[in-house]
């Protein structure tokens, strides 16, 4: 069974950092691409950054493009996002989901909170 | 960017019914559009990709159709379970990958 589980979410002040991981089991990592989207509170889904399955190839929205990073460690089965200069409006929760770009799998996701 | 939009915003049906949801896309995508089913609390869930494909596991009430720029979502017999928030997203030109904003679909 395909498992995406999220963690590294919490409460940060603006203009801080958190890095989120995502731990993949029931498939070869290796060999997929991965994605992470994310939800406001109350709205819809909006894709955040991609990246290959061998990780020279990543991709980010324009909304976070210069402060957030994605990685992976193929070693280790794991997906990250690390996200500097956090805004108020990147609050959301945040979901990594499996393919190239049709999501097919997706964890239940990790609540990132942007307050003072 | 492409701009998706979903009709209705909100439908509500009772069980058995069937439900007809919208998904307009603001130049053609072919047929690179998939669909999502999102229950509160939960993950969403592959429905549909590539227009008209159900996914694995999809009960064969749900189906897809459409081509370029208009999409549809049908759900043959609404089940108990079915009542949730669908979203379509385009795969034809990206980054970025795009949503539309959902249709939820409540008991009336």
């Known amino acids: 069974e395909v498992q995406l589980v999220e963690s590294g979410g919490g409460l940060v002040q603006p203009g801080g950092s958190l890095r989120l991981s995502c731990a993949a089991s029931?498939?070869?990592?290796?060999?997929?691409?991965m994605n992470w989207v994310r939800q406001a509170p109350g709205k819809g889904l909006e894709w955040v950054s991609y990246?290959?399955?061998?990780?020279?190839?990543?991709y980010y929205a324009d909304s976070v493009l210069g402060r957030f990073t994605i990685s992976r460690d193929n070693a280790k089965n794991s997906l990250y996002l690390q996200m500097n200069s956090l805004r108020a409006e990147d609050t959301a929760v945040y979901h990594c989901a499996r393919g190239a770009d049709t999501f097919d799998n997706w964890g239940q996701g990790t609540l990132v909170t942007v307050s003072s | 960017e492409i701009v998706l939009t979903q009709a209705p915003a909100t439908l509500s049906l009772s069980p058995g019914e069937r439900a007809t949801l919208s998904c307009r896309a603001s130049q053609s995508v072919s047929s690179y559009l998939a669909w999502y089913q999102q229950k509160p609390g939960q993950a969403p869930r592959l429905l549909i990709y590539d227009a008209s494909n159900r996914a694995t596991g999809i009960p064969a009430r749900f189906s897809g159709s459409g081509s370029g720029t208009d999409f549809t979502l049908t759900i043959t017999s609404l089940e108990p379970e079915d009542f949730a928030v669908y979203y379509c997203q385009q795969r034809s030109n990206w980054p970025p990958f795009t949503f539309g904003p959902g249709t939820k679909v409540d008991i009336k």
């Open positions: 029931g498939f070869t990592f290796s060999t997929y691409e």
């Open positions: 990246i290959s399955s061998s990780g020279s190839t990543k």
